[in-house]
Structures are given as C-alpha cells and as structure tokens.
T-cell receptor, first 117, second 116 residues
Framework: AQSVTQPDIHITVSEGASLELRCNYSYGATPYLFWYVQSPGQGLQLLLKYFSGDTLVQGIKGFEAEFKRSQSSFNLRKPSVHWSDAAEYFCAVAARYSGGGADGLTFGKGTHLIIQP | KAGVTQTPRYLIKTRGQQVTLSCSPISGHRSVSWYQQTPGQGLQFLFEYFSETQRNKGNFPGRFSGRQFSNSRSEMNVSTLELGDSALYLC???????????????FGPGTRLTVL
C-alpha cells in the first residue's frame, strides 16, 4: 500500500522568505501526486498535481513542486511567502489504475505553516 | 457554478447514536468520495461512489456506510457512534471516478461531528 511522509509537522517562515515543504512517498510505481492546502474551517483546495511529463509543475498561488523519482519526493516550493499562505499543507498520492476502481487519495499528516511578520 | 455542499456543518451526538451526513456534488459531477479527518489519524479515505455504486472502501468498520442517489447526491451514515468517530468528514466530488480525474476534484467544507 502507498504511504506519504511529511517530515515537518510545523514550519515557521518569515513573510517574503522562500518556502520548501517536504514530501516523500512510498509506492511500487510512480503514483499521481498532489499538494493541497487547508485553511482553518475550510475544505481542501488543490494547489497542483503531477501526473506525468515535466517534473517541475506549476500550481496556483505561486506554488511549484518538483517530482524526483530517485528520491521518491515531491517537494512544494514558493519563492516568497505571504501572510495569507499560513495554513495546513497536505501532500497526497493516488494509485494509477488502467481501469476499475480507485483507492482514493492517501494523504500525509500535513505541515502547519506559520508566517512570521 | 456552486461548490460542493455538505450538511449539516456541525453535529453533536452521543455515544451509541447514529448519524447521517449529506453531500451535494458540483453540478455535472457524478463521483463522490468521503474522507475522515482527525488530529491523530489525519485524512483517511472512507469510500467512493459513482452511478449509485460504491466503487471502493477504505479501512473502516462496517458501522460506516454510504449511498449515492440518482442525482449524484451522497449520504454517509455512521451507526453506534463511538468517541473516536469525532472528526471532520469531508466530501469531494469529481466528474468521474479514479485518480486521473482528481485534478478536477473539489472538496466541500466538511461536517464537524462531535461525539460525547
């Protein structure tokens, strides 16, 4: 079964500084990879996804992520954070199936991002 | 286009009771997935419905069940509530089932269930 590890439970970054959130996955093949953001009292919003092709993917709100097969990683980055980026960030994987059902998304435990003024 | 709607937003129940949560997907979306979010276990997949059929189920006891109606609206039911069932229950809708459509998947705001 696939699994996702987000090693950092909390990260504090100063406003305007760069950000990198780590994500490692365990899966027999290359899964579909996702990053979501959750603000307090809100559902999940998709930031970006990797299905195939270019390993550097761009998302919404200025975020990008790089898929590194050799490291089984899919780290999220942003060059300059804003106070509004404070939220919980989740990395997720989903198995690729050629047909039939799916097992849904497998999520990491999340990284809580704190922005210092 | 209206987003995913979940009702109620908040619920308080006592142990042993049962509860039904509702999810209305985005218009045109036919697949609905449910997730449980708790501080200890994080986000966990419950089940996915498409065309009124459960396609997959996560590792949850039989007390957790669901169904989907012909208009794609979905309900989930938890019977014989336990304290550990206290969680945020999230619903997500997508046009079709399967991971390849998850880039078009949208989550609702969730239903916060508290079991006393």
């Amino acid at each position: 079964a696939q699994s996702v590890t987000q090693p950092d439970i909390h990260i504090t970054v100063s406003e305007g500084a760069s950000l990198e959130l780590r994500c490692n996955y365990s899966y027999g093949a290359t899964p579909y990879l996702f990053w979501y953001v959750q603000s307090p009292g809100q559902g999940l919003q998709l930031l970006l996804k990797y299905f195939s092709g270019d390993t550097l993917v761009q998302g919404i709100k200025g975020f990008e992520a790089e898929f590194k097969r050799s490291q089984s990683s899919f780290n999220l980055r942003k060059p300059s954070v804003h106070w509004s980026d404070a939220a919980e960030y989740f990395c997720a994987v989903a198995a690729r199936y050629s047909g039939g059902g799916a097992d849904g998304l497998t999520f990491g435990k999340g990284t809580h991002l704190i922005i210092q003024p | 286009k209206a987003g995913v709607t979940q009702t109620p937003r908040y619920l308080i129940k006592t142990r042993g009771q049962q509860v039904t949560l509702s999810c209305s997907p985005i218009s045109g979306h036919r697949s609905v997935s449910w997730y449980q979010q708790t501080p200890g276990q994080g986000l966990q997949f419950l089940f996915e419905y498409f065309s009124e059929t459960q396609r997959n189920k996560g590792n949850f006891p039989g007390r957790f069940s669901g169904r989907q109606f012909s208009n794609s609206r979905s309900e989930m039911n938890v019977s014989t509530l336990e304290l550990g069932d206290s969680a945020l229950y999230l619903c997500a809708s997508s046009p079709i089932p399967g991971a390849s459509s998850y880039n078009e998947q949208f989550f609702g705001p969730g239903t916060r269930l508290t079991v006393l």
